[in-house]
């Protein structure tokens, strides 16, 4: 089929300051960023496209549930990408 692969959108939401790591410029954490990514691309690959694979450790969430850069996104999926919190 020409090469052509179906995209699909998701929204990313960064909390923590990964923004400024990930050098998103005139971030809103109100709306978050909406990404059209290749259909069926694994969470790792999504973040890696905003600058987030080399910032260190993150805590990954989709739609609310504990992720691994090894799952698969679907079309409207929420992607909540935030630093690991420690206290007591």
Do not use: H
């Amino acid at each position: 089929m020409f090469g052509f692969r179906a995209t699909i959108q998701v929204k990313v939401k960064l909390y923590g300051g990964l923004d400024c790591l990930a050098g998103v410029e005139n971030y809103d954490p109100d709306v978050g960023l909406s990404m059209a990514v290749p259909e069926n691309i694994r969470l790792g690959k999504a973040i890696k496209k905003i600058g987030l694979d080399k910032t260190g450790s993150i805590s990954l969430f989709i739609n609310g549930n504990a992720a691994t850069l090894r799952d698969r996104l679907k079309d409207g999926d929420i992607i909540f990408c935030m630093r690991p919190v420690a206290g007591g």
